[in-house]
């Protein structure tokens, strides 16, 4: 059965820092790696996703997340943190038709 | 990109009732879609598997015959909460899936629905 586990349930960094939230999966196949964000009563929103090809994915409001295959790993990462980037984030594995398996999840606390 | 629309996004009932949640796909077709529920400070967790025209599969746990879901279209799956108690509290988010090419395939979420219980 698949799984992923995200290690830091709050992260809390200053506003210009560097980011790095970490998820690990367990998967027996060629897996489908999402990071989404969400924040307080509202829906997801899609980061980036990795499918295949290149392990350094790149996605939307300038965060990027790389492929460890060796390590069973994909962090999320942002050079420079914005407040309003505060939020939980969730990453996730599925299966090639969308069923989706989530992490516990990471809040992340911007400080000005 | 595909938009999935929820509705409602909250609503309130009390308890014995039941309550229905729509998830649509407004600009694809969705073959499959699934249904999520998250409990405050909770991740999300898959409760069925719907699929158009068939009987949606449940996820282990998950009372069907509480949580019906109905995907009568392509772009439309419903979930009625029945007998709705205090402890169905919670956020259910639906995804549908779309095919963006032959070998692509992603899962839109809908903005979810609060569902309190009282």
């Known amino acids: 059965a698949q799984s992923v586990t995200q290690p830091d349930i709050h992260i809390t960094v200053s506003e210009g820092a560097s980011l790095e939230l970490r998820c690990n999966y367990s998967y027996g196949a060629t897996p489908y790696l999402f990071w989404y964000v969400q924040s307080p009563g509202q829906g997801l929103q899609l980061l980036l996703k990795y499918f295949s090809g290149d392990t350094l994915v790149q996605g939307i409001k300038g965060f990027e997340a790389e492929f460890k295959r060796s390590q069973s790993s994909f962090n999320l990462r942002k050079p420079s943190v914005h407040w309003s980037d505060a939020a939980e984030y969730f990453c996730?594995?599925?299966?090639?038709?969308?069923?989706?398996?989530f992490g516990q999840g990471t809040i992340l606390t911007v400080h000005p | 990109g595909a938009v999935v629309s929820q509705h409602p996004s909250w609503v309130i009932c009390k308890s014995g009732t039941s309550v229905k949640i729509e998830c649509r796909s407004l600009?694809?077709?969705?073959?499959?879609m699934f249904w999520y529920r998250q409990f405050p400070k909770q991740s999300l967790m898959l409760m069925a598997t719907?699929?158009?025209?068939?009987?949606?599969?449940?996820e282990q746990g998950v009372e069907k015959d509480k949580f019906l879901i109905n995907h009568a279209s392509l772009t439309l799956s419903t979930l009625t909460v029945t007998s709705a108690h205090p402890e169905d509290s919670s956020f259910y988010i639906c995804s549908a899936r779309a095919l963006l090419d032959m070998d692509n395939t992603e899962a839109f979420f809908g903005q979810g629905t609060r569902l309190t219980v009282v």
């Open positions: 600009d694809f077709q969705a073959t499959t």
């Open positions: 996730a594995v599925g299966t090639s038709y969308g069923k989706l398996t």
């Open positions: 719907s699929n158009e025209g068939s009987k949606a599969t449940y």
